[in-house]
């Protein structure tokens, strides 16, 4: 069975400092994809980024990058210089491709506060 | 906006009334879900259609849920004789095909009285 781990329920930071959000998942499945969501207070989630298992290239967009080992089953997720507008929870996701279905299973969230 | 649409955003509903909500998924997305989300965790898959088929239910679908998708286009779920345990927000996602990105609606947020 799958599963994500998101061992910070909470972080507290002052702007413009660098926070890291940790991810731990697991499969059984050779060939899965991972995401990052963000949930700000309106509720609704937005698409940050998605992985395959293939690719462990890390990636940067901006302010913000990600770190994906498969060696530690890791995929954390770094901002640089944050910001208030940062203030959400943000979600680790894993979808597995042994189905057909691709549904994704979801950590339990962190809720970060970005404070002035 | 062609992005995903629900409606209502909002519902207050006594115990035992039926209620139903609609998703209009991104319009060449193919795959639909729903989830539902309680306070302070994540989203817990309910629901998958790939086009008008539901292919995939959760347990956490009891009987008195259930969800359709006519034409493969937009979908509805119902819940029947609503329960205080079925207070949350019920979210819809769409993606254009398996391992892709879902994109979420803003989802309903049903309250139980």
């Known amino acids: 069975a799958q599963k994500v781990t998101q061992a910070q329920t909470e972080i507290s930071v002052v702007e413009k400092e660098d926070v890291t959000l940790d991810c731990v998942y697991e499969?059984?499945?050779?060939?899965?994809?991972l995401f990052w969501y963000k949930q700000p207070p309106s509720g609704e989630l937005v698409f940050l980024i998605r992985r395959n298992s293939f690719d462990e290239q890390n990636e940067i967009s901006g302010r913000y990058s990600w770190n994906f080992q498969k060696s530690t089953s890791s995929f954390n997720f770094t901002i640089t210089a944050s910001q208030v507008v940062d203030s959400a929870v943000y979600f680790c996701?894993?979808?597995?491709?042994?189905?057909?279905?691709?549904?994704?299973?979801f950590g339990k969230g962190t809720l970060l506060t970005v404070n002035p | 906006d062609t992005g995903v649409s629900q409606d209502p955003r909002h519902k207050i509903t006594k115990r035992g009334q039926n209620v139903t909500f609609r998703c209009d998924p991104i319009s060449e997305h193919n795959r639909l879900y729903w989830y539902r989300q309680t306070l302070g965790q994540g989203p817990e898959f309910l629901t998958y259609f790939q086009n008008e088929a539901q292919l995939e239910k959760s347990r956490l679908l009891s009987d008195r849920f259930s969800a359709e998708r006519p034409k493969g286009s937009f979908s509805t779920l119902e819940i029947q004789r609503t329960e205080q345990g079925d207070s949350a927000m019920y979210l819809c996602?769409?993606?254009?095909?398996?391992?892709?990105?879902?994109?979420f609606g803003q989802g309903t947020r049903l309250t139980v009285v």
């Open positions: 996602a769409s993606s254009l095909r398996g391992g892709a990105e879902a994109f």
């Open positions: 499969t059984r499945d050779t060939t899965y994809y």
């Open positions: 996701a894993l979808s597995e491709a042994g189905g057909s279905n691709y549904k994704l299973t």
